[in-house]
């Protein structure tokens, strides 16, 4: 039995206990055209690196928050294009993925699906594939060029915790500040890892009681090949915040300590 059919399988049985997702039924129409046509093209990429709200110096401060939270959306039919997740096995040092019901372990899959089709579609037509990492539900994989690089959405229980402001030290970290409309503002990120040359793309967020972070990681030798503007561009859809509107009401990340690391 493959990975899509015991997904399904476990999905139908626990459709009853699982909170409504969005429904981007369009993304998943639109996805095999886009697919084919960067199928065709041919970029320059990078193994794995590390960007991380560590290496901005970037920690959410207490404080008052903007953002509302709301109802999530209407129930979603699953993605008709699955991205198969990918096995990462956990560096040495590293807590082992939380074991979870299968309920909820459907629920953090089908949350995956989604937001893989999303940035299947809003990233640049150079990133050629997106996966989600399986039992890892922040992490995700994209390719370019051959070359496979991390992704990450974190969307965090915080409540009470603000956003520093923006820090810029040239030439390792530049920020923007962007304002997304509705009261929330957006902190965009280019940070040097390894080298000068080597920029990972940060953006931090909030949506009303959690934190948010994308980011894309470079490799050693190469950036990553995703810009800040270009996750701005994901941030800044009216899917992607359907998506925090139903993480934010219906996590799937534990609340922790403010977030240092993405």
């Not at 959690?210 to 994901?234: G, I, K, M, R």
Request: net charge positive.
């Amino acid at each position: 039995m493959d990975d899509e059919t015991m997904l399904r399988r476990a999905m139908d049985r626990t459709t009853q206990e699982l909170p409504p997702l969005p429904d981007l039924a369009p993304v998943a129409v639109r996805l095999g055209r886009r697919r084919r046509a960067r199928a065709r093209l041919t970029v320059a990429g990078g193994v794995f690196g590390t960007v991380t709200a560590a290496a901005l110096g970037l920690s959410l401060l207490p404080g008052a928050d903007p953002g509302v939270a709301t109802p999530a959306a209407p129930p979603a039919a699953f993605p008709s294009a699955y991205h198969t997740p990918v096995q990462v096995r956990p560096t040495p040092g590293q807590e082992p993925p939380e074991k979870l019901s299968d309920a909820e372990s459907a629920r953090h899959a089908q949350f995956q699906q989604q937001v893989s089709a999303l940035l299947d579609e809003l990233l640049p037509a150079s990133v050629e594939d997106v996966r989600p990492v399986a039992g890892e539900v922040s992490a995700y994989r994209i390719t370019a060029g051959g070359k496979t690089f991390p992704v990450k959405l974190s969307v965090r229980p915080a409540e009470g915790e603000r956003l520093p402001e923006c820090r810029n030290q040239p030439p390792k970290i530049t920020c923007e500040k962007t304002d997304l409309g509705g009261g929330r503002t957006a902190q965009a990120y280019a940070t040097a890892v390894n080298r000068t040359d080597t920029l990972g793309a940060v953006v931090v967020t909030r949506y009303g009681r959690s934190s948010v972070l994308l980011s894309a990681d470079p490799s050693d030798s190469a950036s990553a090949p995703v810009t800040p503007d270009q996750l701005l561009t994901v941030v800044r859809d009216a899917r992607f915040t359907e998506l925090l509107k139903y993480a934010d009401a219906y996590p799937v990340q534990k609340k922790g300590a403010p977030v240092r690391g993405g």
